[in-house]
């Protein structure tokens, strides 16, 4: 039964009712509007990201890694449209003219007829989401090519290649990575050719006779042999794997059979797939069938009798019968990489007897340091802070709270003391709007000490730093506001025409206001700023409010954590930063690391099972950790808790891959020198440091 709209004429007998066009004509316009959405969530995605890192002083930081993401994505997709395009094209073009009748092909002619049509449209919408797919891949190992581009010399050899040891750290993985798109582009070519080629009759599986026109082999084995050829590359490269092969009881490196089966192997395999790809050449230029045919054979059997099953018979009988003897040589190559790649190398061994063989007067020095002893448990004492310390539902502290030293009671020595920032969770219960949770409850307020060794009479800590009008302690006279901490979350809008809550005022029952002065934020006094961030934050209240004024400033990304991982996203990161009163701020202490798992013979490890604690059951590395075997604790990073300013500094001795960071991004990580004395007596030794090398 058909239906008709009103108005419409009764179609002739036996006719279709044709059904109106105009939602056709409304889907390019349709798309154009998500199109147009999408361009401008991303650009006010990218400018926000720039004026963020000019207002910290970081705009080499900026164009160090959207440099860099922009050129390889352009790159790898140039070269996949260039590669694939060309070979469809080259398909299209050399498609038969005249195609002998059958049933597949009348079946084929509806499709042809429907692709023509729309050829070009079809092939510059597949070519783009090919070419996006793998610009956007490319794209996210940028750190990838700036540590190739940028690297350094270790210094030291490998004990298997005696190459340098940033051939592996730099350049393996970059070539690893340029053989993957190499790959994908001649197999994607290869794939769409054959497929352009079927629908329009150049392959002819179903009939008995002339299968493929010529034009079609020559390409197709061409193709193939370019496929086959990157393979003998691969063989090669591969060689230089045996580094970091897991066989055996050798962890991490070369074992025997590596060295005496794979290594070979690989070499010989190397060559047979290189006359392959001749093979394949010829079998293109000589329009014959029978030496790609033969090329084939022989690269599958070669595959498996030499790359599986002469390693497999190496491994089986002459080492398994004798492997501590067959393997010793590899695990003394192992153990003392892995030393020197996490730091240990210059470690020693001192026996232990147990026999007590200390002075008297030893003793006595020895008992001088008991009082220092921590006895509190910064895991436990949180919700002792939170029950004494807390003064509004509105202030928290961390679960787990830092371990610092200070000087304490008139004493020269530095002693524990367990401190926390009272940091800000949002408005109280029934106030959550938008003026309070991003105008007003902007800032956490004071840190509070407590002895880590001694504690009260009723066993309450003894507080060396609390209570919050007025601040009492040790500490002096500080800047007690923090805008930027652990538990700061979300974005607040500062220098307002709304008075922001400062702390609360016991003595007359009310609160103290603020207005911020210290200089971080973004501006957003223009009307331009505030319609970027109301796209970025999708907070059309941004842009429409009446208390944002020409000098206001938005504050964003106020975990230290987070501050530090987008100032130096090539850095790993302790999980675990702690505050510290030094020359009249509170400042966040991070710690970061240079890591790599692409250290040759070195153990790998899983960053976050080795740091896991009771504390940090996860682990107490920040971001995704994943492996790893080689670790510097090469940057000690400070963020101010007034101004959010991040600066990096130098520490520690030589680390090449922390060299080749400083070259891509010069003038980003200071000397040491340059940190101020007073911070410089605050920074430890890091757990993790520890657990890892353990």
């Known amino acids: 039964m058909a239906f008709r709209s009103p108005g419409q ?47 910290i002083g970081y705009t080499r930081v900026f164009a160090g890694t959207y ?91 490998d004990p298997q290649f005696h190459l340098d040891i940033s ?58 042999g370019f496929f086959v050829l990157l393979k003998a590359v691969a063989y090669w490269v591969d060689r230089y794997g045996i580094d970091f092969s897991q066989r055996g009881i050798v962890q991490t490196g070369a074992s025997y059979t590596d060295v005496n089966a794979i290594l070979p192997a690989k070499t010989v395999l190397t060559v047979i797939a290189l006359i392959c790809a001749v093979l394949f050449f010829a079998g293109a230029a000589r329009r014959s069938s029978m030496l790609p045919a033969i090329g084939f054979g022989l690269l599958v059997l070669s595959a498996i009798l030499v790359g599986g ?20 040589p590899y695990l003394s190559r192992e153990i003392a990489s892995t030393r020197a790649a996490y730091g240990v190398s210059a470690a020693q061994v001192i026996p232990y007897s147990g026999a007590p063989d200390q002075s008297p007067s030893q003793l006595a020095a020895d ?62 219960a029934g106030q959550d709007n938008w003026v309070n949770t991003h105008l007003v409850y902007t800032h956490g307020y004071g840190l509070v000490a407590a002895a880590a060794s001694s504690a009260q009479p009723n066993g309450n800590p003894s507080f060396t730093e609390g209570n919050i009008s007025p601040l009492r302690g040790s500490l002096g006279s500080y800047q007690p506001r923090v805008y930027f901490g652990e538990q700061e979350a979300g974005y607040v809008i500062v220098d307002t025409r709304q008075q922001e809550l ?10 103290h206001d603020n207005t911020y002065h210290g200089g971080g934020g973004v501006p957003v006094g223009s009307v331009l700023d505030r319609l970027l961030y109301a796209v970025k934050f999708r907070q059309l209240n941004i842009l429409l409010s009446s208390a944002i004024g020409s000098h206001s400033k938005i504050i964003y990304i106020r975990d230290p954590l987070a501050r530090v991982a987008k100032v130096a996203p090539f850095l790993t990161l302790d999980g675990d930063p702690y505050p510290v009163v030094a ?41 995704p950790g994943g ?68």
């Open 583 to 623: 020359d009249g701020q509170i400042y966040w202490v991070v710690d970061g690391y240079t890591t790599t798992d692409d250290y040759p013979y070195s153990q790998r490890l899983d960053a976050q099972q080795a740091t896991a604690s009771t504390y940090f059951p996860g682990g107490s590395v920040a971001g």
């Open 309 to 328: 099953v002469y390693p497999a018979i190496i491994q089986q009988f002459v080492v398994k019968p004798n492997e501590l003897v067959k393997e010793t």
């Open 502 to 511: 400062d702390y609360p005022n016991a003595s007359t029952g009310g609160q």
């Open 167 to 224: 051939f592996f750290v730099f350049d393996y993985p970059f070539i690893r990575m340029a053989l993957s798109y190499l790959f994908a582009a001649v197999l994607l070519a290869l794939l769409l050719s054959a497929a352009t080629h079927y629908l329009y009759g150049g392959l002819r599986p179903q009939l008995r006779g002339e299968r493929a026109t010529p034009a079609a082999r020559a390409q197709l084995y061409v193709l193939a």
């Open 367 to 428: 008992a001088a340091a008991v009082p220092d002893v921590r006895l509190a448990d910064p895991g436990v004492l949180s919700l002792t802070f939170q029950q004494l310390q807390q003064v509004k539902s509105y202030y928290a502290f961390p679960p787990v709270l830092g371990v610092d030293r200070y000087a304490d009671r008139g004493s020269p020595v530095p002693q524990d003391m367990v401190v926390g920032v009272r940091a800000i969770t949002g408005p109280p």
């Open 67 to 157: 440099g860099p993401k922009w050129a390889l994505f352009g790159v790898a997709a140039f070269l996949m449209i260039a590669v694939v395009g060309t070979s469809v094209w080259l398909a299209y073009r050399f498609r038969p003219a005249h195609l002998p009748p059958s049933p597949r092909q009348q079946a084929l002619e509806a499709y042809r007829l429907a692709v023509d049509s729309r050829r070009r449209l079809l092939l510059a919408a597949l070519l783009g989401l090919i070419g996006l797919i793998s610009g956007l891949t490319a794209a996210g190992r940028w750190q990838t090519w700036l540590l190739f581009a940028n690297r350094t010399s270790f210094g030291t050899k």
């Open 627 to 694: 492996q790893l075997n080689y670790l510097r604790n090469s940057v000690k990073a400070l963020v101010n808790a007034y101004t959010g300013q991040v600066t990096l500094y130098h520490w520690g001795g030589r680390d090449p891959i922390l060299a080749a960071w400083m070259k891509a991004f010069p003038g980003v990580i200071r000397p040491i020198g340059q940190m101020p004395a007073a911070l410089r007596a605050h920074l430890r030794y890091p757990e993790v440091l520890f657990s890892l090398q353990r």
């Open 9 to 55: 004429s009764r179609p002739a007998s036996g006719r279709p009712v044709v059904l109106p066009r105009w939602p056709a004509r409304l889907i390019p316009w349709a798309l154009g509007i998500v199109a147009a959405i999408v361009l401008v969530a991303v650009l006010a995605g990218i400018w926000t990201d720039y004026l963020w890192f000019r207002s």
